[in-house]
């Protein structure tokens, strides 16, 4: 499931619910390339999720983080302690440093930096990770970053998710989408924010949308009635995750409005 002996580029998704999902174990993707993986997110219920799969948290070798929300993160102090102490391996994170600095300031350090002292200092963000340090576009007018990974091409673009307030990506809390080689648009959590698409559209040919699709309007998701208003060429190619457990009472709506669908947890989806 971490390889394939093909070129295709797959996305499978560990999870495709919401955070409080009790059916779909929230939202996080594992793509692969080749010999090369990385898992978009590890929520609270990424673990049990994995394990459903066969694999545990150590078998993964790379993750990509968005935002510091626990449906996305919860799972990441499995990660470093069985990989500390079990597998005695360090993963790898992907993600700019600002971010980095501020998921282990405000979230990671509390469970992870006191479970030993190396040459009488706590454990710090470098003990327990290394790192793909993705560089910033500087003449981008959206905070965008982009690495490698192998034969895989990736890049971080800052989103609109939290505080609800935040007239824009500037002013909210640090979150980031995703376009992986150039042609995946995976959005992770965002309110509708359709200039995204302007922006996104003037840099990379994206040809499948992945995008974050709560199923009322309110709050700090895109909802399906907002999404609803794009252009029927950019819903045609769009499918819809992070939703709720009553997921299937919409589906004839939202094929009505124009949409892929919504995404099917567990299932492949390979570009060739
Ligand atoms: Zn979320
Ligand atoms: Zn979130």
Redesign the pocket.
């Known amino acids: 499931m971490l390889s394939r002996d093909d070129t295709a580029l797959s996305i499978t998704f560990i999870g495709a619910g919401n ?1 409080f999902t009790k059916k779909y174990y929230q939202n996080n993707a594992l793509v692969v390339k080749g010999n090369d993986h990385f898992l978009i997110d590890c929520g609270t219920r990424t673990p049990e999720a994995l394990g459903m799969l066969g694999l545990s948290v150590t078998d993964v070798r790379n993750y990509l983080i968005t ?1 510091s ?1 626990a ?2 993160i919860g799972g990441l102090e499995e990660v470093m302690l069985l990989n500390r102490y079990v597998a005695k391996k360090k993963p790898t994170m992907i993600a700019p440093r600002m971010y980095r600095r501020f998921l282990w300031k405000h979230s990671l350090k509390g469970g992870a930096a006191y479970n030993e002292r190396v040459d009488g200092k706590y454990l710090r963000f470098e003990d327990l990770w290394d790192v793909v340090d993705p560089v910033r576009l500087p003449d981008a007018d959206r905070e965008l970053c982009e690495a490698t990974l192998g034969s895989i091409k990736i890049a971080m673009f800052r989103t609109t ?2 505080p609800d307030s935040a007239p824009s990506w500037r002013s909210s809390s640090p ?1 980031y989408g995703v376009v992986i080689d150039g042609r995946i648009l995976f959005t992770s ?1 965002t309110r509708y924010d359709p200039d995204l698409f302007r922006f996104l559209g003037e840099r990379y040919a994206i040809e499948a949308i992945f995008h974050d699709c709560q199923l009322f309007t309110g709050g ?1 998701h895109a909802s399906l009635d907002e999404l609803a208003g794009l252009p029927a060429g950019t819903k045609a190619i769009m499918s819809l995750m992070h939703y709720g457990d009553a997921v299937d009472d919409y589906a004839d709506k939202a094929a009505a409005m124009g949409f892929k669908g919504f995404v099917k947890q567990h299932e492949p989806y390979v570009f060739e």
């Open positions: 955070a935002h929300h449906d996305h998710h939290i979150s959590d700090v």
